[in-house]
């Protein structure tokens, strides 16, 4: 299965709300390269990577770097190149963690 495939199949579970349907991968790109960041497993991850591109999921990641849980920002802050966060978005993102 390519890239594409597996990222499709993928979101099901992540998007519990749409009742096993999966949404658009381009006109919902956004929320699909932030939730696949923050709750995703490996696998999907990379089938993210591997359809969108490091350059564009840097991209969203950046522009919607208030977004990502404190974990996630940690496993992924080097890699895609994502600027310092102020100490109050940390701590907002703490708090919202059960």
């Known amino acids: 299965m390519d890239a594409t495939g597996k990222l499709q199949a993928g979101l099901a579970s992540l998007y519990p709300e749409l009742a096993g349907a999966t949404p658009d991968l381009l006109e919902h790109a956004e929320s699909i ?16 990577l591997e359809h969108y591109g490091q ?7 950046r522009k919607r770097l208030h977004r990502l849980t404190n974990p996630t920002y940690r496993r992924w802050s080097n890699r895609l190149n994502l600027p310092p966060r102020s100490a109050s978005v940390q701590r907002i993102q703490a708090l919202w963690q059960p």
């Open 33 to 48: 390269i932030l939730r696949v960041l923050n709750e995703g497993g490996e696998e999907l991850q990379i089938a993210l």
């Open 55 to 61: 350059e564009r999921v840097s991209e969203v990641a």
